[in-house]
C-alpha cells in the first residue's frame, strides 16, 4: 500500500505577508536616506489607528507610511484601498504619536504600495485636513 505524503508546508498568512510587504517598503525607504522612527505604531484601546512605518528624512519631516500590498492591479491597485476611513484612523494614530513631542516637526502621508512592479512611493498621499 502506497502512502501519500502530507504536505508539511504551511501557507503564508496575512500578517506573514504584511510583514514581508512592511520589510520591502522599509528596505526602499532607508535607501531612500529616511530613518526608521517607528513600525506598526498602535494607539491604545479599540477604535484607534495603527501606523505601518513611522521614518525620518535628512531634513526633519516625519513621515507616516502606510504600506499596500496586492498580489493585482484590478480595481484601482493597492493605493486604491486607502479610503478616507482608514486616512482618518492614520490621521489619528499620527496625533497621538506626536503628542509625546516637545515640538511639532513638520509631517506629512506617504504610502508606499508593491503591485509587482517594485515599489511606487507616493509622497504626501494625503494630509489631515
Request: net charge positive; no cysteine.
Amino acid at each position: 500500500m502506497q502512502f501519500l505524503k502530507k504536505n508539511t508546508v504551511k501557507p503564508s498568512t496575512t500578517k506573514a505577508q504584511g510583514d514581508a510587504g512592511e520589510d520591502e517598503a522599509m528596505a526602499f525607504l532607508q535607501a531612500q536616506g529616511l530613518r526608521l522612527l517607528q513600525r506598526n505604531y498602535r494607539t491604545p484601546g479599540r477604535g484607534g489607528g495603527e501606523i505601518d512605518l513611522i521614518m525620518q528624512s535628512a531634513d526633519g519631516t516625519v513621515v507616516f507610511v502606510e504600506v499596500r500590498k496586492r498580489s493585482r492591479s484590478d480595481f484601482g491597485g493597492a493605493a486604491a484601498t486607502i479610503g478616507a476611513s482608514k486616512q482618518r484612523r492614520i490621521i489619528f494614530a499620527a496625533q497621538h504619536y506626536l503628542l509625546s513631542w516637545r515640538r511639532l516637526p513638520p509631517a506629512r502621508f506617504d504610502v508606499v504600495t508593491l503591485d509587482g512592479e517594485g515599489p511606487q512611493w507616493l509622497q504626501a498621499a494625503f494630509d489631515a485636513s
